[in-house]
C-alpha cells in the first residue's frame, strides 16, 4: 500500500486513473472514505499496489 496526499483539484476517479488502479480498488483501500464524492484538500488516500 503507497500513500497519497489528495492535492486540489483531485478527485477520487483521477487519483485512480494516475495511479493505475480502479475506482473499486481504490475505494475498498480506503474504509475511511465514507463519501467518494467529498474528499478534502491534505486528506490521506491509500493506494493498493498495482499488479502487474
Not at 476517479?13 to 475506482?23: P, Q, R
Not at 480506503?30 to 491534505?42: A, E, L, V
Amino acid at each position: 500500500m503507497e500513500g497519497y496526499t489528495v492535492q486540489p483539484g483531485d478527485t477520487l476517479s483521477h487519483i485512480a486513473l494516475k495511479h493505475g488502479v480502479s475506482l473499486r480498488e481504490l475505494k475498498e483501500a480506503n474504509p475511511q472514505i465514507s463519501d467518494i464524492d467529498r474528499i478534502r484538500i491534505g486528506q490521506p488516500v491509500n493506494i493498493p499496489k498495482v499488479h502487474a
